[in-house]
């Protein structure tokens, strides 16, 4: 089976750095993917990490260690519009279906 | 990437009808699939549509309850049949597209 953990909130204020964690155990690993989703809409991608290490995409980063089942996504200079939820998502490399962790909800505050 | 379209995007309905979505790809993808996000959770997977082949449902999802076509490379549809209020979600269709999921903006369904 899949098991996928992630903090359910996390509140940081605006210029600040956040880390959301996530830890996963499943049967099979094609990839980990990070979406920010604000309330109501679509889930929008961020990142994709297959291999370890990290992945900087602007203010957005995220880090992959696959022996220890381990991602983060970092948020630096947060801003309110950052408020939102992150999912992290593992994908099985048979059918590359996604199984999502419940989420991260983050709160900026000014 | 990858733009999706989705229609409709909300649809307020009456319990024991049936609702179809669709879902339209403007690239052509081999791997499509149907996702329901229920109030305050996360997405849970309804099936696998992939062109050519019968839909692959998740447990808990069945064909009659969710038929799905997938006619061709860029478009599919899912029907939400004999409805409850229970089944007041959002329905996302996303595609693997370049070795990314991409996600439409969803279909936000509320049965009555």
């Known amino acids: 089976g899949q098991n996928i953990d992630q903090p359910t909130e996390m509140t940081a204020t605006e210029g600040a750095i956040v880390q959301i964690n996530c830890t996963y155990q499943?049967?099979?690993?094609?990839?980990l993917f990070w979406y920010q989703q604000h309330a109501g809409e679509a889930p929008t991608f961020l990142s994709y990490?297959?291999?370890?290490g990290l992945e900087e995409k602007g203010r957005f980063s995220s880090f992959l260690s696959r022996s220890k089942g381990y991602s983060y996504l970092l948020l630096k200079e947060l801003q309110m519009k950052d408020s939102a939820s992150y999912l992290c998502?593992?994908?099985?490399?048979?059918?590359?279906?996604?199984?999502f962790g419940a989420g991260t909800t983050v709160t900026v505050r000014a | 990437s990858a733009v999706i379209s989705q229609k409709p995007s909300r649809d307020i309905c009456q319990r024991g009808t049936s609702l179809t979505i669709q879902c339209q790809v403007d690239s052509q993808v081999t791997m499509m699939f149907w996702y329901r996000q229920q109030p305050g959770q996360s997405l849970t997977l309804i099936a696998t549509?992939?062109?050519?082949?019968?839909?692959?449902?998740e447990s808990g999802f069945v064909i009659d309850k969710f038929p799905i076509s997938r006619p061709n490379l860029t478009f599919s549809t899912l029907t939400v049949s004999n409805m409850s209020p229970e089944d007041s979600s959002i329905y996302l269709c996303?595609?693997?597209?370049?070795?990314?999921?991409?996600f439409g903006p969803g279909t936000r369904l509320l049965v009555l």
């Open positions: 996303s595609v693997d597209f370049g070795e990314t999921q991409y």
């Open positions: 998502a593992v994908r099985d490399p048979g059918d590359y279906k996604l199984s």
């Open positions: 499943t049967s099979g690993f094609n990839g």
């Open positions: 990490n297959v291999l370890d």
């Open positions: 549509a992939n062109q050519g082949s019968e839909a692959t449902y």
